[in-house]
């Protein structure tokens, strides 16, 4: 039976499975549920399983023929602390959680590949499925690579995939160089001398101060930055006195904010840059500042080996509706734990056309389980063809 037959007979397993992962949506290190639902497809369908790396992730590992080669394929299993407002027969259970990103698509998708080739086992070599954590900022790849994952599963090479709204369902995206943003935390908080405030003469105001930086802040990617390389700084936080004494400048001012990049050196340059800016603003209003730079994910940057393998993968399944320049993202992935241990790729799979409008982490996001077949067929081709027979 062709592949596409196959994966058309798994199809109503599949989407039941897809359906009841997002009535039951679970939030990062929380994925009891779900991790016990793929370990047990897992173990099903012959695989060695390795449950419990970064508490909640499971690896299950297919080994077929005397192939050298080792791959690792990875999907997300966490949903996002926030509510589902759409109707639908298999709407969120859990009030206040919902798999508005599609990672119980992804976790389906890499289900359906296993379970085929499994069955199949038209390849000759070493699979590692991991089924990752906590993906939604918690800190799940890093979890898992410090609890062990390349030293447990060496993989010569690891792929990545997400859905993206706007690509038709029989379209991917795979595109070498950068793909997603780091996307690291920065907190700056100026202290002065409360005062007075009709007395601002007696005392160190922090606020105005705070003012001058924020108003100087985007000067960093404006004047600072190289104009050819992409940065963003944004303070998405100031929390300083109260609307009930507004009579009073207060001792203190916290912002915080993110940085966004895709190479190391303008990562490295806004960690340098944000704090020096705080420093000099401070020096400036005689007052007293802390500035703590916290890095949380590298960019996600294709190799170009990795790309060429998933392209000719995506090539093979998608033939001609394969977008080979999409336009990075600023979001960020922790799959640059993973991409960072071996040559990695980070694909785009479409989810059709943005229903209602509603993107990655709207309330009414939905994966369409009509990009099921595609993803599946990704994954196994990617597999067959590296490490072919
Ligand atoms: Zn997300
Ligand atoms: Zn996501």
């Not at 499994?118 to 000759?124: H, L, Q």
């Not at 070599?125 to 991991?130: L, R």
């Not at 399944?317 to 999409?326: D, H, I, L, R």
Request: glycine share 10%; aromatic share 8%.
């Amino acid at each position: 039976m062709p592949l596409q037959d196959l994966i058309q007979a798994d199809l109503p397993f599949l989407r039941n499975l897809r359906q009841d992962l997002h009535a039951h949506p679970e939030l990062g290190f929380e994925e009891e549920r779900t991790s016990g639902i793929v370990a047990s497809l897992l173990e099903e369908a012959g695989f060695q399983v390795h449950r419990g790396l970064g508490k909640t992730g499971v690896v299950g590992t297919l080994q077929v023929g005397n192939g050298m080669r080792t791959i690792g394929l990875r999907a997300d299993m966490d949903a996002l602390a926030m509510p589902e407002h759409a109707e639908r027969p298999y709407q969120s259970k859990f009030p206040g959680k919902m798999h508005a990103c599609g990672h119980d698509g992804h976790t389906t998708l890499l289900l359906g590949a296993a379970r085929y080739l499994a069955r199949i086992r038209k390849f000759s070599g070493t699979v590692h499925f991991i089924f990752q954590p906590a993906e939604e900022g918690r800190g799940g790849a890093k979890k898992m690579v410090e609890d062990g994952l390349f030293d447990l599963f060496p993989c010569n090479a690891v792929y990545g995939l997400h859905n993206m709204p706007g690509l038709a369902v029989n379209e991917m995206a795979v595109t070498a160089g950068p793909q997603l943003a780091s996307s690291d935390s920065w907190f700056v908080t100026f202290m002065g001398v409360g005062t007075h405030g009709a007395k601002p003469h007696l005392g160190k105001d922090p606020i105005t101060a705070s003012g001058h930086f924020l108003a100087a802040l985007q000067t960093i990617v404006g004047r600072v930055v190289n104009p050819l390389q992409p940065a963003v700084v944004s303070a998405c936080s100031v929390q300083a006195g109260d609307q009930r004494a507004l009579n009073v400048i207060p001792d203190m001012v916290e912002i915080g904010g993110t940085a966004r990049a895709y190479s190391a050196e303008v990562r490295d340059q806004l960690e340098a840059e944000i704090g020096r800016l705080a420093k000099g603003i401070a020096a400036m209003f005689d007052i007293n500042v802390s500035y703590e730079f916290r890095r949380r994910i590298p960019p996600v940057i294709n190799h170009a080996d990795a790309t060429v393998r998933a392209l000719k993968a995506a090539q093979a399944v998608c033939s001609s509706k394969v977008v080979t320049n999409f336009e990075p993202s600023t979001a960020g992935d922790d799959f640059a734990f993973f991409s960072e241990a071996a040559p990695g790729a980070y694909v785009w799979l479409g989810n059709g056309p943005a229903m209602n409008g509603a993107l990655h982490h709207n309330a009414a996001y939905d994966f369409n389980d009509e990009a099921i077949p595609t993803g599946v067929a990704f994954w196994v081709a990617l597999i067959e063809q590296e490490l072919s027979a």
